[in-house]
Protein backbone atom coordinates (compact mmCIF):
# COMPACT_ATOMS: atom_id res chain seq x y z
CA UNK A 1 0.00 0.00 0.00
CA UNK A 2 1.87 3.10 -1.42
CA UNK A 3 0.41 6.60 -1.21
CA UNK A 4 2.07 9.14 -3.54
CA UNK A 5 1.24 13.11 -2.53
CA UNK A 6 3.01 15.34 -5.85
CA UNK A 7 3.67 19.09 -5.09
CA UNK A 8 5.23 22.06 -6.78
CA UNK A 9 3.05 22.33 -9.63
CA UNK A 10 1.68 26.07 -10.08
CA UNK A 11 2.09 29.10 -12.39
CA UNK A 12 5.73 29.33 -14.33
CA UNK A 13 6.13 31.51 -17.59
CA UNK A 14 7.52 30.36 -20.60
CA UNK A 15 11.01 29.48 -20.45
CA UNK A 16 10.89 29.58 -16.64
CA UNK A 17 11.84 26.53 -14.00
CA UNK A 18 9.49 24.47 -11.74
CA UNK A 19 10.72 21.30 -9.37
CA UNK A 20 7.97 18.98 -8.90
CA UNK A 21 7.92 16.56 -6.11
CA UNK A 22 6.28 13.41 -5.12
CA UNK A 23 6.38 12.02 -1.66
CA UNK A 24 6.03 8.47 -0.88
CA UNK A 25 5.01 6.23 2.37
CA UNK A 26 3.84 3.03 2.87
CA UNK A 27 5.96 1.03 0.99
CA UNK A 28 10.05 -0.03 0.12
CA UNK A 29 10.91 3.19 -1.56
CA UNK A 30 13.94 1.48 -2.96
CA UNK A 31 12.33 -1.02 -4.48
CA UNK A 32 9.72 0.91 -7.11
CA UNK A 33 10.52 2.40 -10.24
CA UNK A 34 9.58 5.82 -10.28
CA UNK A 35 8.11 7.91 -13.02
CA UNK A 36 6.64 11.29 -13.89
CA UNK A 37 3.20 11.38 -16.35
CA UNK A 38 1.45 14.03 -17.55
CA UNK A 39 -2.47 14.59 -19.10
CA UNK A 40 -3.84 17.85 -20.41
CA UNK A 41 -7.54 18.27 -21.86
CA UNK A 42 -8.53 16.16 -24.44
CA UNK A 43 -4.83 14.07 -24.33
CA UNK A 44 -4.22 11.17 -23.22
CA UNK A 45 -1.72 10.53 -20.19
CA UNK A 46 1.66 10.17 -21.36
CA UNK A 47 5.22 8.95 -19.74
CA UNK A 48 7.37 12.10 -19.11
CA UNK A 49 10.30 10.52 -16.90
CA UNK A 50 11.15 7.30 -15.27
CA UNK A 51 13.86 6.63 -12.56
CA UNK A 52 14.65 2.52 -12.04
CA UNK A 53 15.83 1.13 -8.62
CA UNK A 54 19.01 1.41 -9.82
CA UNK A 55 18.88 5.28 -10.87
CA UNK A 56 18.78 4.87 -14.80
CA UNK A 57 16.51 7.20 -16.30
CA UNK A 58 14.93 7.62 -19.56
CA UNK A 59 13.02 10.90 -20.81
CA UNK A 60 9.72 11.13 -23.49
CA UNK A 61 11.73 13.22 -26.33
CA UNK A 62 9.77 16.52 -26.35
CA UNK A 63 11.44 16.99 -22.50
CA UNK A 64 15.03 15.61 -23.12
CA UNK A 65 17.79 18.46 -22.23
CA UNK A 66 15.48 20.35 -20.24
CA UNK A 67 13.91 18.03 -17.68
CA UNK A 68 15.55 15.74 -15.37
CA UNK A 69 14.00 13.05 -13.01
CA UNK A 70 15.73 12.31 -9.56
CA UNK A 71 15.29 10.17 -6.51
CA UNK A 72 16.09 10.93 -3.02
CA UNK A 73 15.65 7.00 -1.15
CA UNK A 74 16.34 8.37 2.22
CA UNK A 75 13.28 10.93 2.41
CA UNK A 76 11.79 8.37 0.16
CA UNK A 77 10.65 10.95 -2.64
CA UNK A 78 11.37 11.62 -6.24
CA UNK A 79 11.65 14.97 -8.00
CA UNK A 80 11.15 16.04 -11.68
CA UNK A 81 13.24 19.69 -12.39
CA UNK A 82 11.69 21.35 -15.46
CA UNK A 83 14.01 24.01 -17.12
CA UNK A 84 12.83 25.93 -19.92
CA UNK A 85 9.20 25.39 -20.03
CA UNK A 86 6.62 26.02 -23.06
CA UNK A 87 3.10 26.40 -22.88
CA UNK A 88 3.34 22.43 -24.13
CA UNK A 89 4.75 21.72 -21.07
CA UNK A 90 1.24 22.74 -19.15
CA UNK A 91 -0.59 19.52 -17.97
CA UNK A 92 -1.90 17.32 -14.84
CA UNK A 93 1.90 15.62 -13.29
CA UNK A 94 1.17 12.82 -11.67
CA UNK A 95 3.36 10.50 -10.10
CA UNK A 96 3.64 6.48 -10.22
CA UNK A 97 5.38 3.58 -8.47
CA UNK A 98 5.79 0.59 -10.17
CA UNK A 99 7.27 -2.34 -7.87
CA UNK A 100 10.48 -3.48 -9.51
CA UNK A 101 10.97 -6.90 -8.43
CA UNK A 102 8.45 -9.67 -6.91
CA UNK A 103 4.38 -9.58 -7.72
CA UNK A 104 2.97 -6.20 -9.14
CA UNK A 105 1.92 -3.24 -7.48
CA UNK A 106 1.13 0.00 -9.34
CA UNK A 107 0.61 2.81 -7.76
CA UNK A 108 -0.86 6.48 -8.30
CA UNK A 109 -0.32 10.27 -6.94
CA UNK A 110 -3.61 12.77 -7.47
CA UNK A 111 -1.50 15.47 -9.72
CA UNK A 112 -0.18 18.27 -9.14
CA UNK A 113 -1.75 20.98 -12.29
CA UNK A 114 1.52 22.80 -14.18
CA UNK A 115 0.13 26.16 -16.08
CA UNK A 116 2.58 28.06 -18.40
CA UNK A 117 1.16 31.16 -18.81
CA UNK A 118 3.29 35.00 -19.41
Known amino acids: QVQLVESGGGLVQPGGSLRLSCAAS????????MGWYRQDPGNHRELVAI???????NYVDSVKGRFSISRDNAKNTVYLEMNSVSREDAAVYYC????????????WGQGTQVTVSS
Open 96 to 107: NAKSAFGPVHDY
Open 26 to 33: GGIFRLYT
Open 51 to 57: ITTGGNT
